[in-house]
C-alpha cells in the first residue's frame, strides 16, 4: 500500500498520472491517493483517470467522524511534487488540509517517504528552507528534486525496507 500525495506546483497536470501512478500500479503498488484542495480542482478532468487506477477513492477533503476511513494506512508514501509551502508545513507539522494530515501522521509513524520537491530557484533560497529539508531528512524523508523518474528511483531503494518490515 502506497500513499501517493501530490500539492499543486507547474506541471503536475502533465506528468502525475501518466509518470508517476500509472507506473506504481503497474509495478504493483495498491495507491492510496491523496491531493491538496488546489491540485484536486487542477486535476479534475484526470480524477476518473487516477480513481481507475486503485480500488480506492481518491481524497482531498476530511472525513466527518462518523465516516469511516477510506484509506488503510499506507506501508510507504511519495509525495510529489511537493511546493514550498508544502514543504514547510510538513517540517513543522501543520495538517492544514487532508494531504499534509496524512503525512504528517506518517512522518510521526515513520513511514519511509520521498519527497519530490518542486521549488523555484529563488524560493530555494529562502532563509527557512534548508531547515525544513533538515528537519525532513532528519524524519527518515528521501528528499529528490528533478521528475518522476527520480522519484520511481528513489522508492525502488526504500521497497525492499518496506516488503521486509512487514513480513513479520
Request: proline share 9%.
Amino acid at each position: 500500500m502506497l500513499g501517493l500525495v501530490a500539492s499543486a506546483a507547474g506541471g503536475v497536470e502533465t506528468w502525475l498520472r501518466s509518470g508517476l501512478a500509472e507506473p506504481l500500479a503497474a509495478a504493483g503498488w495498491r495507491l492510496a491517493i491523496t491531493l491538496t484542495p488546489t491540485v484536486a480542482r487542477w486535476l479534475e478532468p484526470q480524477l476518473d483517470a487516477l480513481r481507475a487506477l486503485t480500488d480506492l477513492p481518491v481524497r482531498w477533503t476530511s472525513r466527518l467522524p462518523s465516516e469511516p476511513k477510506p484509506h488503510p494506512v499506507p506501508d510507504a508514501f511519495v509525495f510529489a511534487p511537493a511546493t514550498l509551502n508544502s514543504i514547510a508545513k510538513l517540517a513543522l507539522g501543520i495538517g492544514d488540509n487532508q494531504a499534509l494530515t496524512v503525512l504528517g501522521e506518517a512522518l510521526g509513524r515513520r513511514a519511509p517517504m520521498v519527497v519530490l520537491a518542486q521549488v523555484g530557484p529563488d524560493q530555494s533560497h529562502h532563509p527557512a528552507y534548508s531547515g525544513h529539508l533538515t528537519v525532513l531528512r532528519g524524519a527518515g524523508v528521501r528528499v529528490v528534486s528533478g521528475g518522476p523518474e527520480e522519484v520511481l528511483k528513489e522508492l525502488a531503494a526504500v521497497a525492499p525496507f518496506v516488503a521486509s518490515d512487514n513480513k513479520g
